[in-house]
C-alpha cells in the first residue's frame, strides 16, 4: 500500500505563489513518475504537471511558464512552486505517484482570489 501527504494550499490574491509539497511513503521502492492533478468545482480531474522517473517535466499548457514541478532530495517526494496565481488556478489539488498503477492523496485546497 502507498500512501501520499500533500502540504502547502492555501488562500492567496491573484499574482501571489504558493509551494505544494507531497510524499509518497508504504510500500514503494524506486523512482516513480510523480505528479500533481487538479480538480475545480463542476470540471473533471486535469494534469497540471508530472514529472518523469528520469526527472523531465511536463506540464499542462495553462501552467508553463507559470509553475514548476521539481524532485525533493528524498526519494518519491515532489513539489510544486506556483507563481502568479490566477483566480482560475482555484482548485483541490491532487498529488499522484505511478507505482504499477496510480495512487492518489487526499488533496489540498488552492484558492486564488481575485
Known amino acids: 500500500q502507498v500512501q501520499l501527504v500533500e502540504s502547502g494550499g492555501g488562500l492567496v490574491q491573484a499574482g501571489g505563489s504558493l509551494r505544494l509539497s507531497c510524499a509518497a511513503s508504504g510500500t514503494i521502492f524506486g523512482l516513480n513518475t510523480m505528479g500533481w492533478y487538479r480538480q475545480a468545482p463542476g470540471n473533471q480531474r486535469e494534469l497540471v504537471a508530472e514529472?518523469?522517473?528520469?526527472?523531465?517535466?511536463n506540464y499542462a499548457d495553462s501552467v508553463k511558464g507559470r509553475f514548476s514541478i521539481s524532485r525533493g532530495n528524498a526519494p518519491n517526494t515532489v513539489s510544486l512552486q506556483m507563481n502568479s496565481l490566477k483566480p482560475e488556478d482555484t482548485a483541490v489539488y491532487y498529488c499522484?505517484?505511478?507505482?504499477?498503477?496510480?495512487?492518489w492523496g487526499q488533496g489540498t485546497q488552492v484558492t486564488v482570489s481575485s
Open positions: 514529472i518523469s522517473r528520469r526527472g523531465q517535466p
Open positions: 499522484s505517484v505511478f507505482f504499477g498503477r496510480a495512487y
